[in-house]
């Protein structure tokens, strides 16, 4: 009697290679990759390795009922260690742990993935693409997990037929490179033009040169008469209280009859003081104005002029205002 209960039981039980795998997600083993990719690579594994059929367990899920002290530990140990992995495994209940590896290389990075054993870490398949951009590390990862998978379920699930995506489908007798006498053309139903159709000619398309594009100037230089306008302007003023100055310095010397001399030396000390600035000014204003002249670019459109002589002066511009 207990021996026909066994049996029964055993018959009612569903086969163990029926389960789907259980995986557990780690942590990605990583290196000069940025945090951001690393969230995005980690989400995108768990959503290829739940569409091809595993149960997928995810590290932030298992932290959530864990002791801190316990989470401050998994979090620190490295992923590809032995009892890192046994101690993964162990806490998320798991077949496999799978760690996914994105290492930055001189020829860019080495992407794939890892699958080990949870009861004694060992390591079950693996599959890394070198020299992989930071832009195409997302379909490196799906290129890995199509080749772990399935071996990693020929290694867990040896009697488990393979999943409908992974079946190949037979090969086809008219497009089988193997047997080139079979081969057979696909039947065509486009019948050939009548031949009293002429085509008709192509189009006569001249080409049109693109149109030049004016060199834009520089526009600092553009602007040089501004500051050399100013400063002709304040050599001017310099040059009229110049001549304020030698008015009554001969006013002084050159004296015919009783003057007020103290007044006269008072004001010509004013004149003279304000030529200086005047001059300083002007200089100034030429100077930057020249500096911004000599830049590249288009010519300047106004000039200024300056002319200084024994009897007075002359402060002018010429050209044309942008």
Not at 87 to 94: D, I, N, P, V
Not at 132 to 146: H, K
Request: charged letters at 20%.
């Amino acid at each position: 009697m207990p021996l026909i209960a066994t049996m029964v039981l055993l018959t009612q039980a569903p086969a163990a290679s029926d389960e789907p795998i259980t995986v557990l997600i780690a942590p990605p083993d990583t290196a000069g990759v940025p945090s951001h990719v690393v969230e995005f690579a980690q989400e995108h594994v768990a959503e290829q390795a739940r569409s091809k059929g595993l149960a997928v367990k995810r590290m932030k899920d298992i932290m959530r009922k864990m002791p801190a002290a316990k989470r401050r530990a998994l979090l620190r140990c490295k992923r590809t260690d032995l009892k890192c992995l046994i101690s993964l495994g162990e806490a998320a209940k798991t077949e496999v742990v799978l760690v996914a590896e994105l290492l930055q290389r001189l020829d860019g990075y080495r992407v794939g993935t890892k699958v080990y054993r949870a009861t004694d870490g060992a390591l079950v398949a693996e599959h890394l693409i070198p020299g992989v951009r930071e832009d195409g590390m997302l379909d490196a990862l799906t290129q890995s997990l199509d080749v772990v998978v399935p071996r990693m379920r020929k290694e867990l699930r040896p009697s488990a037929p393979p999943p409908p995506d992974e079946v190949q489908p037979p090969p086809n007798p008219q497009t089988d490179p193997q047997n080139p006498q079979d081969v057979k053309p696909p039947p065509s139903d486009v019948k050939p033009p009548p031949s009293d159709v002429k085509p008709t000619p192509p189009p006569d398309v001249t080409p049109v040169a693109p149109p030049e594009v004016a060199r834009q100037g520089s526009s600092a230089r553009r602007w040089a008469w501004a500051p050399a306008a100013g400063g002709a302007v304040f050599a001017g003023v310099g040059t009229y209280f110049y001549l304020q100055a030698r008015d009554r310095h001969d006013k002084l010397t050159n004296a015919d009859g009783p003057l007020d001399g103290a007044k006269l030396a008072k004001e010509g000390k004013q004149a003279q003081t304000l030529s200086r600035v005047g001059f300083g000014l002007g200089a100034a204003g030429l100077i930057t104005g020249a500096v911004l002249f000599l830049l590249p670019g288009e010519e300047a459109p106004v000039r200024p002029t300056v002319s200084v002589g024994p009897g007075g002066g002359m402060v002018g511009v010429a050209g044309t205002l942008p």
